[in-house]
């Protein structure tokens, strides 16, 4: 069954801890996005990868990196240095359109 | 810069009733559109896009969007609610790089 999986699909941390939120895709995308929602505010983009070892900012990139060493997968890191970090993440994978995963709620305590 | 309007935050609905939900795009080339639905503590899911051909795009669920080039425009519409469909409804304009940008949702409550 194709599709986007993330985990968890919830994660407490406290602050000042790095959290690694993790996304795998069997879709055979090339393309994969990480995506932050905040109540009101819809989604904004955080990074993005076109391809395997290559990726690039989007919007609000700040406090947040990513890796791309599998076509598979699109991990997100939630670094310290992120001011406001508990909010709804999603992951995203590019076809012909975007599908999106189930997301993951983070709350820093 | 492209940039996606959706100027009702909120929307209520009795079922059985028609809904309309606006999108108003700003984009410099010829757009592609796209509605998701978004359930509470869920992912996004496709509900219809729009890529050229014809204005009148039908998706999922029953629901249908016009294109209107002259008003950019891409409203969301459904001839009859049904309870199932209160959730939130994003509008979003794809730029270059496949990237997404999507407006602030239009969030859809059903009265019985």
């Known amino acids: 069954d194709g599709g986007i999986t993330q985990s968890p699909k919830y994660l407490f941390r406290k602050e000042g801890q790095n959290v690694t939120l993790s996304c795998e895709q069997n879709?055979?995308?090339?393309?994969m996005y990480w995506y932050r929602q905040d109540p009101g505010q819809g989604l904004r983009l955080i990074y993005y990868?076109?391809?395997?070892?290559?990726?690039q900012k989007g919007d609000i990139a700040e406090g947040y990196s990513v890796s791309r060493e599998k076509k598979e997968s699109f991990p997100l890191t939630v670094t310290s240095a992120q001011k406001n970090p508990t909010a709804f993440y999603l992951c995203?994978?590019?076809?012909?359109?975007?599908?999106f995963g189930p997301g993951t709620r983070l709350t820093v305590l | 810069a492209q940039s996606v309007t959706q100027p009702d935050i909120h929307i209520t609905v009795s079922e059985g009733a028609s809904l309309e939900l606006r999108c108003n795009y700003s984009?410099?080339?010829?757009?592609?559109l796209f509605w998701y639905v978004q359930s509470p503590g869920q992912g996004l899911q496709l509900l219809l896009k729009y890529f050229s051909g014809d204005t009148l795009v039908q998706g999922i669920k029953g629901f249908e969007a016009e294109f209107k080039r002259s008003q950019s425009s891409f409203n969301l519409r459904k001839p009859s609610v049904h309870w199932s469909d209160a959730a939130e409804y994003f509008c979003a304009v794809r730029a270059a790089g496949n990237k997404l940008t999507f407006g602030g949702g239009t969030r859809v409550l059903v009265k019985p």
């Open positions: 879709l055979n995308h090339d393309a």
């Open positions: 995203a994978s590019h076809g012909d359109t975007q599908y």
């Open positions: 984009y410099g080339a010829t757009p592609y």
């Open positions: 990868s076109q391809i395997v070892n290559d990726f």
